[in-house]
């Protein structure tokens, strides 16, 4: 089967870091995608990995372990504009490979 | 700047009504999805299509149909609207060589 596994809800201060985790069980994988989507919006596209190891974007850094159906996204010098839920996709593989979303975490930034 | 845009933000309709909702998105992709969200659900999938009049069932394609006879535009169609399809509907589209979707911006749809 197939499963998506991240915490449900986060909560951080302002300025620090945090590391949101994200376990899956796919019937195949190309990659994995990390959306960020605030309340009442659509999703959008914060990173992609392929290969194992850290990708770094600014202050977003995204993880992936092919080998233990693992991936982090880490979120550096938090600001409250970051509350928002987090949604970890991996490739599905297949001849459609398509994505499939985790319920996603949703991170509270306090001052 | 790329752009999926969906007919309405907000809908409300009466149980047994036909729902029909629109997704245009201008980026010549050949994939369109077409989700729904539900607190602690995440997105399910509902139906995709990854060619012109080409379609997919997805995890939750029960009570929906979808139609796509342009390659920008996938309708979903709810043949009779039922209380629990009340939910937030959210198209999205993907090339077939990256899978980055993009997403509109949802429909909120309450059925009463």
């Known amino acids: 089967g197939q499963n998506i596994d991240q915490p449900t809800e986060m909560t951080a201060t302002e300025g620090a870091i945090v590391q949101i985790n994200c376990t899956y069980q796919t019937s195949g994988f190309n990659g994995l995608f990390w959306y960020q989507q605030h309340a009442g919006e659509a999703p959008t596209f914060l990173s992609y990995?392929?290969?194992?190891g850290l990708e770094e974007k600014g202050r977003f850094s995204s993880f992936l372990s092919r080998s233990k159906g693992y991936s982090y996204l880490l979120l550096k010098e938090l600001q409250m504009k970051d509350s928002a839920s987090y949604l970890c996709a991996p490739e599905g593989g297949g001849a459609t490979n398509k994505l499939i979303f985790g319920t996603g975490t949703l991170l509270a930034v306090q001052p | 700047d790329v752009k999926v845009t969906q007919s309405s933000r907000y809908l409300v309709k009466r149980t047994g009504e036909k729902v029909f909702l629109e997704c245009v998105q201008d980026?010549?992709?050949?994939?369109m999805f077409w989700y729904r969200q539900d607190p602690g659900l995440g997105l399910r999938l509902i139906y995709f299509s990854y060619d012109v009049k080409m379609k997919e069932k997805g995890d939750i394609p029960e009570g929906y149909s979808v139609s796509r006879e342009k390659k920008e535009r996938f309708s979903l169609i709810l043949e009779s609207a039922s209380t629990n399809q009340t939910s937030m509907y959210l198209c999205a589209s993907s090339s077939i060589s990256y899978n980055e979707q993009f997403f509109g911006p949802g429909t909120r749809l309450t059925v009463l």
């Open positions: 990995n392929v290969l194992d």
């Open positions: 980026m010549d992709h050949e994939n």
